[in-house]
């Protein structure tokens, strides 16, 4: 998995590193017991501090995504193991909401809106 970091991006790069891994997983690029590289090996390979690639995974783990096992690293989840009940359906309609709003206020119909989401879902399911 190839990872892209945009320092000039007004999106913090741990936020950037989080993303891409999300994306990678979704992808089907990570899968369910892969292991992520160590935070040392992964700040030295993308030329960031160690600080950032670790709270990027302490990010990624307080969504539930991966788990962090003392000297063994990062872990990806199996979908099992992650609830996406409760605090994810708040978390996943309030991430929604600035982005539906826009496209509203610039004349998309639900319909326009229900197509474009579908197309993201292709394209992390590689359907396009």
């Given at each position: 998995m190839i990872i892209r970091i945009e320092p000039q991006s007004d999106i913090p790069i741990y936020t950037q590193l989080s993303n891409q891994i999300?994306?990678?997983i979704a992808r089907g690029n990570l899968v369910p017991g892969d292991?992520?590289?160590s935070v040392r090996a992964f700040a030295?390979?993308?030329?960031?501090?160690?600080h950032t690639v670790s709270k990027s995974y302490h990010q990624l783990e307080k969504k539930g995504i991966i788990r962090i096992v003392p000297k063994s690293g990062a872990i990806i989840r199996s979908t099992d193991e992650v609830s996406i009940e409760g605090p994810y359906d708040e978390r996943f309609i309030e991430a929604c909401k600035p982005?539906?709003?826009e496209a509203l206020v610039v004349g998309l119909t639900r319909e326009q809106i229900e197509a474009l989401v579908s197309r993201v879902?292709?394209?992390?399911?590689?359907k396009t």
């Open positions: 999300i994306e990678g292991s992520l590289p030295a390979d993308l030329g960031v501090n160690m982005v539906i709003a879902i292709d394209d992390f399911k590689g």
